[in-house]
C-alpha cells in the first residue's frame, strides 16, 4: 500500500513534471512515458525517487528513464543496483524489483559505462544480470567478455525462501545466460570448454540442496546447460 508520504511525493512531481504531458503513477513502466528529446527529466525523477520511503515505488519511479539515450541516468542506476543487492535484496519480490533496475538500464543501452557494467559483473551475480549480459552481448562489447566469463562457474544470490523448492534451479540462472554469452562469441578457442557442459553431470560445482525437488532441479539445469552446448558447438563445428 502506498503511505500518505510517498503519495504526496508523487503529486507533487507530477505537478512539476506537468510541461512532459505525463502523469506518472504507482507503477513499473515497461514503456517509458518520456522521449529522448525529453532529457532534462532524468535529474527531476532521480530527485524525487531519493525522496521515496518505500523502495518499491522508487525502483517504479526510475523505470521511466529506460529510454535509450538517457545515458545522464545510467551511474545513478547503477548505484541503486549496487545498494538493492547488498544492502536489502532477501525476498523473492525483491528478484523482480532488481529486475526491473537492470532492465531499465539495459534500455538506456548506453556504451559510454562499460568499467561501471564490469563493477556490476563483480558483485554477488543475481537473476537480474541476465539484462546487462544480454546488452553487452548485443552491443559486443570484448571488454567485458572475462568477467562474463567468470560467472559461468558460479551460482548467483536468490532467495532464501526458494532454497530446496523448484525455485532453487534459479541459482544458475546467470550462469546459464553467461554461457549464452560466451556461445554468441563463437570463438573456437572455448571449444573443449563448451564441449563439458554435454556432460553435466560431471561438473561437481553444480549442487542443489537435498530436498523432494532435487531431481528434477539437476535433471532440469543439465538439461539447459546441454542445450546451450549443443548449439554452441553445432556452429563451431562448421568452422573448425
Known sequence: ??????????????????????KLKMQYYDKSPFDVKDKTVISIIINYANKFENYKYKIFLLSTLGVRGFDEAVP????????????????????????????????????????????????????????????????????????????????????????GKPNEEDKYWCS????????NRKNIKY????EKFLNPEKLEWIQFTESKFQKENYSNCYNK??????????????VK
Do not use: H, R
Request: proline share 2%; net charge negative.
Open 191 to 194: 571449444y573443449s570448454f563448451i
Open 1 to 22: 500500500m502506498e503511505n500518505d508520504s510517498d503519495l504526496s511525493i508523487l503529486k507533487e512531481l507530477n505537478v512539476l513534471i506537468n510541461c512532459y504531458k505525463v
Open 76 to 163: 545513478y542506476l547503477i548505484e541503486q543496483y549496487k545498494f538493492f543487492n547488498l544492502e536489502i535484496y532477501s525476498e523473492p519480490l525483491d528478484d523482480l524489483l532488481l529486475l526491473d533496475l537492470c532492465n531499465t538500464i539495459a534500455k538506456i543501452e548506453s556504451e559510454k559505462f562499460i568499467d561501471l557494467y564490469i563493477e556490476m559483473l563483480k558483485l554477488p551475480a543475481t537473476t537480474a544480470l541476465e539484462c546487462i549480459i544480454k546488452m553487452l552481448d548485443k552491443l559486443n562489447i570484448d571488454k567485458a567478455e572475462e568477467y562474463i566469463f567468470s560467472l559461468i562457474e558460479k551460482d548467483n544470490k536468490i532467495p532464501k525462501a526458494w532454497i
Open 176 to 183: 546459464q545466460k553467461a554461457f549464452e554469452y560466451i556461445i
Open 225 to 238: 546447460y546441454m542445450q546451450i552446448a549443443q548449439k554452441g558447438l553445432k556452429y563451431l563445428d562448421k
